[in-house]
């Protein structure tokens, strides 16, 4: 399957704005891997606080971009669709590179385990080619 836009995004996952923080996917294989990006807006509600004068988005968040391309991903099967996919767990977290208005924020995960809906995944995050957030997911189908 190839690109995805936000609305068809908004068919597969319940996030809405502010939170939906996948703007495309360029690739996916369902269930098994996606690459989705972020269009980083200096208008992004998140900036006004975080922080004034030198905007960068908070790495929780970066996490959670990683998090929404997954359960694109797993919710895109058939016999997924409908459910939710919640976070079960967060491993080796790591943040690189500040991400910046007018950054392109390019996410790529892939599933590495998917059983009696508990699933893991290995996801990362770059701008430019250099990693911004690498992060182990875990996640429950529900």
Known sequence: MSEMTKKDIENIIPHRDPFLLIDEILEI?????????????????????HFPGNPIMP???????IAQ????????????KG????FAGIDKARFKKMVKPG????IEVEIESFRRN???GKGRATV???????????????
Request: with cysteine; aromatic share 6%; proline share 3%.
């Open 83 to 86: 459910k939710l996919v919640l």
């Open 29 to 49: 294989e369902p269930g098994k891997r996606i690459k989705g990006v972020k269009h980083v807006s200096e208008e992004e509600y998140y900036f006004k606080g």
């Open 103 to 106: 950054d392109d924020l390019i």
């Open 59 to 65: 790495g929780v968040l970066q996490v959670e971009t």
């Open 128 to 142: 430019d080619g250099k990693l911004a957030c690498a992060a182990d997911i875990m996640f429950a189908l529900g």
């Open 69 to 80: 391309a997954g359960a694109v991903a797993v919710l895109i099967l058939p016999e997924n």
């Open 118 to 120: 508990i699933g893991k």
